[in-house]
């Protein structure tokens, strides 16, 4: 069974900059994943950030980004806000099926 | 614009069955996947499936197979979300969520595009005794 991986939980400053990473159990993670990264905030659905693991949706700030770091996927957030707080997922794409990563907290303070 | 409304909060006993609906508008039903995914309470989210409205052909994620079915109802532009056999597991919330475009063959899922970024308001499904 495949398991995505990420930090369980981070901390940064109001206009920092944090990097949050998405690791597979099958190895490197390619651009052929298609990674996508969500915010949610509690109550809420999902929000679509990034896809195909650079491109930011139409709605998505800026200082959101993708990558690939390591062997990993990333999502840079730069000059955080207090409003970014929130649980990040990312979604990777295994040729058939989708898996999610375990998520990280993200915590502003 | 694009919105998904799915039906209302369900309380099962378990070993019983739950659908939930979702009723795409502001697009054309069958010209784009609809993808299925959970939430447990305080727990990540989960991928289930997807089911292309046009052809009806479906994916599952392997945990699930034995016990989903997704369906849709082409006259009424609704799709549709069954799971069996349900235990308190299966306490969580459930949505659906637009995904790609419907491709040129029934199968075709092209994960490259910008998709994800419709969702339902979730269905939260309760099984207790």
């Known amino acids: 069974q495949t398991v995505v991986t990420q930090e369980p939980s981070l901390t940064v400053s109001p206009g920092g900059t944090v990097t949050l990473t998405c690791a597979s159990s099958?190895?490197?993670?390619?651009?052929?994943?298609?990674a996508n990264w969500f915010q949610q905030k509690p109550g809420q659905a999902p929000k679509a950030l990034i896809y195909?693991?650079?491109l930011r949706h139409s709605s998505t700030p800026a200082r959101f980004s993708g990558s690939l770091l390591g062997g990993r996927a990333a999502l840079t957030l730069s000059d955080v806000q207090s409003e970014d707080e929130a649980d990040y997922y990312c979604?990777?794409?295994?040729?058939?099926?989708?898996?999610f990563g375990s998520g990280t907290r993200l915590t502003v303070l | 614009q694009v919105q998904l409304l799915q039906s209302g909060a369900e309380v099962k006993k378990p070993g019983a069955s739950v659908m939930v609906s979702c009723k795409p508008s502001?697009?054309?039903?069958?010209?784009?996947?609809i993808l299925w995914v959970r939430q447990a309470p305080g727990q990540g989210l989960e991928w289930m499936g997807w089911?292309?409205?046009?052809?009806?052909?479906?994916k599952y994620a392997q945990k699930f197979k034995a016990r989903v079915t997704m369906t849709r109802d082409t006259s009424i532009s609704t799709a549709y979300m069954a799971l069996s056999r349900l235990t308190s597991d299966d306490s969580a919330v459930y949505y659906c969520?637009?995904?790609?475009?419907?491709?040129?063959?029934?199968?075709?899922?092209?994960?490259?595009?910008?998709?994800?970024?419709?969702w339902g308001q979730g269905t939260l499904v309760t099984v207790s005794s």
């Open positions: 502001g697009y054309n039903f069958i010209d784009y996947f």
């Open positions: 089911i292309n409205p046009k052809s009806g052909v479906t």
């Open positions: 195909t693991t650079t």
């Open positions: 099958t190895g490197a993670v390619s651009t052929g994943y298609f």
């Open positions: 979604l990777l794409y295994f040729g058939e099926t989708y898996v």
């Open positions: 969520a637009r995904g790609p475009p419907a491709g040129p063959t029934a199968d075709y899922f092209d994960a490259s595009g910008s998709f994800w970024e419709h």
